[in-house]
């Protein structure tokens, strides 16, 4: 480290200039318009991470619902080959309950 002497500090004040007020205003409306930015990027990751955590509880209920529809044809299945077993080729009427046997 090089020490500073009293004529570097006093020649430094003597070259130093000031910024004017609208600079300064300036610089203080691009500080807060970096700071807004950053704002706003948090608040659309988090909205992000939200949508995320949505999709993968909505992926959750739609496996739960296509192993549920895919049980469900299952035991259609089964319940079609018991009935026939039993009544035979034919078709049943869902609003009487009648079932025509087939010839």
């Known amino acids: 480290m090089t020490k500073e002497t009293l004529t570097d500090k006093l020649e430094?004040?003597?070259n130093s200039k000031k910024f004017t007020e609208?600079?300064?205003?300036e610089i203080?409306?691009?500080?807060?318009k970096y700071v807004s930015f950053q704002r706003d990027l948090g608040q659309l990751s988090i909205a992000r991470i939200r949508t995320e955590q949505q999709i993968d509880e909505m992926n959750d209920?739609?496996?739960k619902l296509i192993a549920?529809?895919?049980?469900?044809?299952?035991?259609?299945?089964?319940f079609i080959d018991k009935v026939t077993e039993k009544?035979?080729?034919?078709?049943l009427d869902p609003q009487t309950g009648t079932f025509t046997p087939n010839k």
């Open 28 to 32: 203080q409306t691009i500080q807060e």
């Open 12 to 14: 430094q004040a003597e």
């Open 68 to 78: 549920a529809f895919k049980k469900t044809q299952e035991d259609e299945k089964k």
């Open 61 to 63: 209920a739609e496996g």
């Open 22 to 25: 609208e600079e300064m205003k």
């Open 87 to 91: 009544y035979g080729e034919g078709t």
